[in-house]
C-alpha cells in the first residue's frame, strides 16, 4: 500500500506537481539542462512509485492520459505553420522510417539471443508492434496473435511500461554523447530551427514575459472546443481509436485558417508543455520495476536488448543518412511511445516546428504498427 492512495486524487496530484515543479526547477542547474527536465522527472516520479510513496496505477493516471494529453495537443499546434511542417515532415518521415527499421532489428536480435518460451514469435510481434505504435497496438497485436492468457497480458505490458522509462532516459541522454552530437549535428539545438517569427518566445516554454490572463483564457477555450468537436467527429464516422489524429488536424486547420483568432492567445505553448510534463510524470509512475521480476524479466530484457539495438542503428543511419540529431530523437519518440510523448519531448526541448510532424508520424505508427508485428511474428516462425 503506497503512502499516497490511488483515490486521493488531490494529495496525488500534489506530488505529481511537485514532481513536474522539481524537473522544471532542475532544468534551471547545469546538471538539469545536460538531462532535461523530462528525464528527471520521469525518474523522480519512478523513484516515488517503486520506493512505495505514490502508487503505480491510479484513475489520475488514466485522466491524465485520456483527458490533459489530448486537451494539450491543440495548445501545442496554434502556432504550427503548415508550410514549416511541410519543409520538415520529409526528414521526419525518413527518421521515422529509420526508427521502424531500426525496432525491427533490435525485435529480431532480441528474440535470437533472450528465449521467451514457445510464444516468442508471438510476445516478439505483439512488443515490437507496441514499439512501432502504441498499446492499442499490443493489443491489437495480441489479439491478432492469439494470445489469450492474461498473465501474458499482464507480463508484457508491465515490461512495455518500464521499457519505455528506460527507453527515454537513453534517448535523452543522447545529446550528451559527444559523438553523437558530432554524427548528427542539430540545427534546432543550436537555436536555428524553424519555428515561425511569431511564436519566437514559444522556443523557452518557461519563459519569463508578461502572462496575459485573457489570452491564455482564450487559448484554453479554444483547445476545448477543438477536443469537443474532434471527439463529436470521431463519434460520427466511427473512428474514435482516431480521436488524437482528428484533434491534431482540427487543430492545425485552427491554426492556418483561423489566425486572427489565433493571435487573440497567449502563453498556449507554455501551457501546453506544463500538461505534457504531468504526462510524463504519470508514465514514471506506473514504472513498477517489482512486477518485471519473473513472467515479465524476460520480456524486459528482450525490450531492453531491442531498444539498444534500436538506439545503435539509429544513430549509425542517422550519420550515414545526415539526419538531424533534434528530428531522429522526436522521430524514434513517435515510434517507440507514439505521438503525446513526441510531442512532449519537442515542447520540452523548444522545437516548437517538430510537435506536429511528431505527432502526425506518431499517428503513421499506430496505421501500421499491427500490420508490421503480425509480419515479424510470422517471420519468427509464428
Known amino acids: 500500500m503506497p503512502l499516497i492512495a490511488a483515490d486521493s486524487t488531490f494529495a496525488l496530484s500534489a506530488a505529481i506537481m511537485a514532481v513536474v515543479a522539481f524537473g522544471m526547477w532542475a532544468e534551471r542547474t547545469a ?10 522527472l520521469l525518474a523522480a516520479a519512478m523513484a516515488l512509485a517503486n520506493l512505495g510513496i505514490i502508487p503505480h496505477s491510479a484513475p489520475l493516471y488514466g485522466t491524465v492520459a485520456g483527458y490533459l494529453v489530448p486537451f494539450a495537443i491543440p495548445l501545442l499546434l496554434l502556432r504550427a505553420d503548415l508550410r514549416t511542417i511541410y519543409t520538415e515532415s520529409g526528414a521526419m518521415l525518413l527518421a521515422f522510417g529509420v ?10 536480435v532480441g528474440a535470437a539471443v533472450i528465449d521467451m518460451g514457445e510464444l516468442e514469435p508471438r510476445i516478439a510481434g505483439t512488443v515490437a508492434a507496441s514499439y512501432i505504435g502504441g498499446s492499442l ?3 491489437a497485436t495480441a489479439e491478432a ?3 489469450k492468457d ?3 497480458y499482464v507480463a508484457g505490458l ?3 511500461a518500464a521499457g519505455a522509462v528506460f527507453f527515454l532516459l537513453a534517448l535523452m541522454l543522447l545529446p550528451a554523447l559527444r559523438f553523437v552530437r558530432a554524427a548528427m549535428p542539430s540545427r534546432h539545438m543550436e537555436g536555428t530551427g524553424s519555428a515561425p517569427a511569431e511564436s519566437a518566445s514559444a522556443a523557452d516554454p518557461r519563459g519569463a514575459g508578461p502572462f496575459d490572463l485573457t489570452g491564455a483564457a482564450t487559448g484554453l477555450a479554444l483547445s476545448l472546443a477543438v477536443c469537443a468537436v474532434s471527439g463529436w467527429l470521431a463519434r460520427l464516422f466511427g473512428i474514435e481509436s482516431l480521436f488524437i489524429l482528428v484533434v491534431t488536424v482540427l487543430a492545425l486547420a485552427v491554426a492556418n485558417f483561423a489566425k486572427p483568432l489565433v493571435r487573440r492567445v497567449s502563453a498556449d505553448f507554455e501551457l501546453g508543455t506544463l500538461f505534457m510534463y504531468v504526462f510524463f510524470a504519470c508514465i514514471g509512475a506506473g514504472a513498477n520495476l517489482a512486477d518485471v521480476v519473473g513472467a515479465a524479466f524476460p520480456i524486459l530484457l528482450f525490450i531492453l536488448v531491442m531498444v539498444a539495438v534500436h538506439l545503435v542503428v539509429l544513430v549509425a543511419a542517422g550519420r550515414l543518412l545526415r ?7 522526436i522521430a524514434s519518440n513517435a515510434c517507440i511511445l507514439g505521438p503525446a510523448p513526441a510531442a512532449a519531448l519537442a515542447a520540452s526541448k523548444g522545437w516548437q516546428a517538430l510537435v506536429a510532424p511528431g505527432i502526425l508520424v506518431g499517428m503513421l505508427g499506430y496505421a501500421v504498427g499491427t500490420f508490421v508485428g503480425v509480419g515479424l511474428a510470422a517471420l519468427l516462425g509464428l
Open 137 to 139: 497496438n499490443f493489443v
Open 150 to 152: 492474461s498473465a501474458i
Open 323 to 329: 539526419l538531424d540529431l533534434a528530428e531522429v530523437m
Open 158 to 160: 508491465s515490461a512495455d
Open 145 to 147: 496473435l492469439g494470445i
Open 31 to 40: 546538471w538539469g539542462r545536460n538531462l532535461g527536465g523530462p528525464l528527471v
Open 99 to 108: 526508427a521502424v527499421g531500426a525496432t525491427l532489428a533490435g525485435a529480431l
